[in-house]
């Protein structure tokens, strides 16, 4: 019988401990004390207030801190409905804080929020020590599980993107597995994963998007030990299948169609970069065609009718293809080819970062068996949303000419002739049209 009892208690004291160390954790972290000195050093090191609601413990399914009602108050705030940190227990009992799992939960993060606060925290990193310039990030702190549950990321045009995550780090701090779904926003529906290939920095992209698939392999290149150029090379090389091309562009539908693509991908940034600097950083070229393509926006064989005095309408096109280049969050389209029926268009438009449009087309219509083709240059304006064709100045004299000359059948030739004229002038003496 006592041998019995001492089992037992034997059995019961590491539930006894466990208990003690849970209830003297849950008094020390749901003190006042406790949330308000958290408070006042996160407000340091963000330069902004940072507030808190309540503090307690999270018992399921690992015990952990949760922070409730986290916010930071800038112009537009940042806000956190739930944290949860779960430690890793036997680093805890070992007297080491390491984190196993970080959950985030119903969260806004504001782009403008988010780069001045990196802005603030580069600020404050570069006030250091010279000797602590390059020390190595300690990966042993990171988590080696970050979950999202429906956390948005506000971009800075006011466009709301809600994701749904899971990811996977390895001891090196590396994922070695991602899972993401798009929950709310223009992509809803997409998912994607990202799997590492053993232990190289290397992984292997699969997304889902308006109906079709992106997929491919990505490359992290980091520099040589004792390099003086302290640069990471990132390369890529995705294939595009069967995506309807609005799924991408949604709310606005410029274009519609099923899209085929090949992409290269790269970029070189310091090995610590801010989010906005590593979009700025990235480059890619593709080459693509649009089967079913539909110009929204813009009826084509109209402009050309009216020597690129109409807008609206729509353009069904049999074949679309063409170039793209992205340098930041600039976008050059080239080499476009686009033809339906009796009309062929070539050309090449530029997209700023605003998403407004520059650039030119030529658009060629056959006009019956014996009256040839008339051709109309139109340079191309207005928004991604809203887009625009007219004639340039010297296309628009030289259509005024060949109406005034052959009423009807003079007006294309015209403005062909003009352009040309002008592009001349322009080469010959610099200037602008």
Same mark, same amino acid.
């Given at each position: 019988?006592?041998?019995?009892?001492?089992?037992?208690?034997?059995?019961?004291?590491?539930?006894?401990?466990?208990?003690?160390?849970?209830?003297?954790?849950?008094?020390?972290?749901?003190?006042?004390?406790?949330?308000?000195?958290?408070?006042?050093?996160?407000?340091?090191?963000?330069?902004?207030?940072?507030?808190?609601?309540?503090?307690?413990?999270?018992?399921?399914?690992?015990?952990?801190?949760?922070?409730?009602?986290?916010?930071?108050?800038?112009?537009?705030?940042?806000?956190?409905?739930?944290?949860?940190?779960?430690?890793?227990?036997?680093?805890?009992?070992?007297?080491?804080?390491?984190?196993?799992?970080?959950?985030?939960?119903?969260?806004?993060?504001?782009?403008?929020?988010?780069?001045?606060?990196?802005?603030?925290?580069?600020?404050?990193?570069?006030?250091?020590?010279?000797?602590?310039?390059?020390?190595?990030?300690?990966?042993?702190?990171?988590?080696?599980?970050?979950?999202?549950?429906?956390?948005?990321?506000?971009?800075?045009?006011?466009?709301?993107?809600?994701?749904?995550?899971?990811?996977?780090?390895?001891?090196?701090?590396?994922?070695?597995?991602?899972?993401?779904?798009?929950?709310?926003?223009?992509?809803?529906? #997409?998912? @994607? =994963? %990202?799997?590492?290939?053993?232990? /190289?920095? $290397?992984?292997?992209?699969?997304?889902?998007?308006? &109906? !079709?698939?992106?997929?491919?392999?990505?490359?992290?290149?980091?520099?040589?030990?004792?390099?003086?150029?302290?640069?990471?090379?990132?390369?890529?090389?995705?294939?595009?299948?069967?995506?309807?091309?609005?799924?991408?562009?949604?709310?606005?539908?410029?274009?519609?169609?099923?899209?085929?693509?090949?992409?290269?991908?790269?970029?070189?940034?310091?090995?610590?970069?801010?989010?906005?600097?590593?979009?700025?950083?990235?480059?890619?070229?593709?080459?693509?065609?649009? #089967?079913? @393509? =539909? %110009?929204?926006?813009?009826?084509? /064989?109209? $402009?050309?009718?009216?020597?690129?005095?109409?807008? &609206? !309408?729509?353009?069904?096109?049999?074949?679309?293809?063409?170039?793209?280049?992205?340098?930041?969050?600039?976008?050059?389209?080239?080499?476009?080819?686009?033809?339906?029926?009796?009309?062929?268009?070539?050309?090449?438009?530029?997209?700023?970062?605003?998403?407004?449009?520059?650039?030119?087309?030529?658009?060629?219509?056959?006009?019956?068996?014996?009256?040839?083709?008339?051709?109309?240059?139109?340079?191309?304006?207005?928004?991604?949303?809203?887009?625009?064709?007219?004639? #340039?100045? @010297?296309? %628009?004299?030289?259509?005024?000419?060949?109406? $005034?000359?052959?009423?009807?059948?003079?007006?294309?030739? !015209?403005?062909?002739?003009?352009?040309?004229?002008?592009?001349?002038?322009?080469?010959?003496?610099?200037?602008?049209?």
């Amino acid at each position: 019988m006592r041998r019995s009892a001492r089992l037992s208690l034997w059995f019961l004291l590491p539930v006894l401990l466990l208990a003690g160390l849970l209830l003297a954790l849950q008094h020390w972290v749901t003190s006042e004390d406790f949330r308000d000195r958290l408070a006042a050093e996160a407000s340091e090191l963000l330069g902004a207030p940072v507030r808190a609601q309540a503090i307690g413990l999270a018992l399921w399914p690992v015990p952990g801190v949760a922070v409730d009602g986290l916010s930071v108050q800038a112009r537009t705030p940042l806000s956190l409905q739930r944290v949860e940190l779960r430690p890793r227990w036997s680093a805890l009992l070992a007297g080491q804080l390491r984190v196993q799992t970080l959950v985030v939960r119903q969260a806004v993060l504001p782009e403008a929020t988010i780069a001045l606060l990196g802005a603030r925290i580069g600020a404050a990193k570069t006030k250091a020590p010279p000797e602590n310039a390059d020390e190595a990030i300690d990966f042993s702190l990171l988590p080696r599980e970050l979950v999202l549950d429906e956390v948005s990321w506000l971009a800075a045009d006011g466009a709301r993107t809600t994701v749904n995550a899971d990811l996977r780090f390895a001891e090196d701090g590396w994922p070695t597995k991602a899972e993401l779904a798009v929950v709310g926003g223009a992509l809803r529906g #997409t998912t @994607a =994963t %990202l799997r590492r290939e053993g232990e /190289a920095t $290397a992984w292997a992209l699969d997304a889902r998007v308006g &109906g !079709g698939r992106v997929r491919g392999p990505v490359a992290v290149q980091l520099p040589e030990p004792g390099a003086k150029e302290r640069r990471v090379v990132l390369e890529g090389s995705l294939r595009t299948d069967n995506v309807e091309v609005s799924a991408l562009t949604a709310p606005s539908k410029p274009l519609t169609g099923r899209l085929q693509a090949e992409t290269t991908l790269g970029a070189r940034f310091p090995e610590r970069v801010s989010a906005d600097a590593l979009v700025n950083a990235l480059r890619s070229d593709t080459r693509f065609t649009v #089967t079913g @393509a =539909t %110009l929204h926006g813009l009826d084509l /064989a109209r $402009a050309v009718s009216t020597v690129g005095l109409s807008s &609206g !309408g729509v353009t069904q096109l049999d074949t679309l293809a063409g170039q793209v280049a992205t340098r930041g969050k600039a976008i050059q389209l080239s080499n476009l080819v686009a033809s339906s029926g009796l009309l062929t268009a070539t050309g090449e438009v530029a997209i700023s970062p605003s998403r407004a449009l520059s650039g030119r087309v030529r658009v060629d219509v056959t006009r019956g068996a014996t009256a040839g083709v008339v051709g109309v240059p139109l340079a191309v304006g207005g928004t991604l949303d809203d887009p625009e064709v007219t004639l #340039t100045r @010297a296309a %628009l004299l030289g259509a005024a000419i060949g109406t $005034a000359v052959m009423p009807g059948v003079g007006t294309g030739a !015209g403005a062909n002739l003009g352009d040309r004229l002008g592009e001349g002038l322009q080469d010959l003496f610099g200037g602008k049209r």
